[in-house]
């Protein structure tokens, strides 16, 4: 998490219908590469990693430009630290385990209709906040209308498949190679040491699997799907010694809460959508990282909810 980093909803310099960049809008990053002449053997090296291969090419280099590949930085204890300090401090105004179905509004307030246990209860509010990925927010009941752009992004936009297996190791031997322990693959995935600054002499090395693969992984089970990250991680570093009494893996696509790991604007949506994402709606206000010039990071997630609390602070 880059600490202090508040982005705002960004396009460059030349946006319009007509815009200098408008053209990069247009293509993939491996067809914006191969237009320039990139054989298939260089468009494979320099398309590594765990990027959305069908993706507007403006929209992935957009959020590569806007993201400090040598200050990253992390929460000392865990980055869950974050939530866990924001509801210490929101403390009983959370509801648990209650899921929004219904939302709407009318000239003087907004409301949303919530299911907890099997029981219905609607709140209502002079504005809104909605942070619900489009992927959710497309299943549920919108009493108002949208803007048209707004409901086509809403019903269109796609959300990129993503798993996460870390595995703890006896040691951080790659630190001892000269290696950061951080490797990019052709496969669309990633893999990061996640516990190089802790006093403890173990390590954890993370594999993050995007795209088809991350589909496949989520057909395994538990055992198979650690088989596979740790054979993927050996192929990088061959050393690699797993513990696998001490594993983690999440798929965000079968979270029922997110469906997806975050948005991804597909070739040519992103001029047409780039206001519309982040749009006011009446009294309906949107932040989260899919309205965010950085999608996927925590820092676009938490600017956008900056952007959002001030549009509704500063209404009269």
């Not at 993939?28 to 398309?47: C, D, F, K, R």
């Not at 496969?187 to 991350?214: C, D, H, K, M």
């Not at 965000?252 to 001029?271: I, K, S, T």
């Amino acid at each position: 998490m880059t600490v202090g980093y508040r982005p705002k909803f960004f396009l460059p310099t030349g946006a319009g219908k007509h815009g200098a960049l408008s053209k990069i809008d247009q293509y993939t990053v491996p067809e914006l590469i191969a237009n320039e002449g990139a054989s298939a053997a260089a468009n494979s090296i320099l398309y590594s990693g765990a990027l959305p291969i069908d993706a507007s090419a403006l929209f992935a280099l957009r959020a590569l430009a806007q993201t400090d590949m040598v200050r990253i930085e992390k929460i000392p204890g865990g980055n869950d630290r974050l939530p866990h300090a924001i509801a210490a401090k929101l403390r009983n105004q959370i509801m648990y385990g209650a899921k929004v179905v219904r939302i709407g509004q009318n000239a003087a307030e907004v409301y949303a209709t919530i299911v907890e246990n099997s029981s219905y209860h609607t709140f209502y509010a002079d504005y809104m906040i909605c942070t619900l990925p489009f992927s959710m927010l497309r299943g549920m009941v919108i009493d108002t209308g949208f803007s048209d752009l707004k409901v086509q992004a809403i019903q269109e936009m796609n959300y990129a498949s993503v798993v996460k297996v870390a595995i703890e190791t006896p040691n951080r031997y790659w630190e001892q190679d000269g290696l950061s322990g951080f490797a990019q693959t052709n496969q669309l995935s990633e893999i990061w040491s996640t516990a190089r600054s802790e006093e403890s002499n173990r390590g954890v090395l993370q594999f993050y699997q995007e795209g088809p693969l991350a589909n496949h992984l989520d057909e395994l089970d538990q055992e198979e799907r650690l088989h596979f990250a740790s054979q993927a991680i050996q192929t990088v570093f061959p050393k690699f010694e797993p513990d696998f009494s001490k594993v983690a893996s999440y798929s965000w696509q079968e979270d029922q809460f997110a469906q997806g790991a975050y948005g991804v604007l597909a070739p040519r949506q992103l001029y047409k959508w780039f206001k519309a994402v982040a749009s006011v709606e009446g009294r309906i206000h949107f932040a989260g990282e899919h309205t965010s010039p950085t999608p996927a990071f925590m820092q676009g997630a938490i600017a956008s909810g900056h952007r959002a609390a001030n549009e509704v602070n500063v209404r009269d």
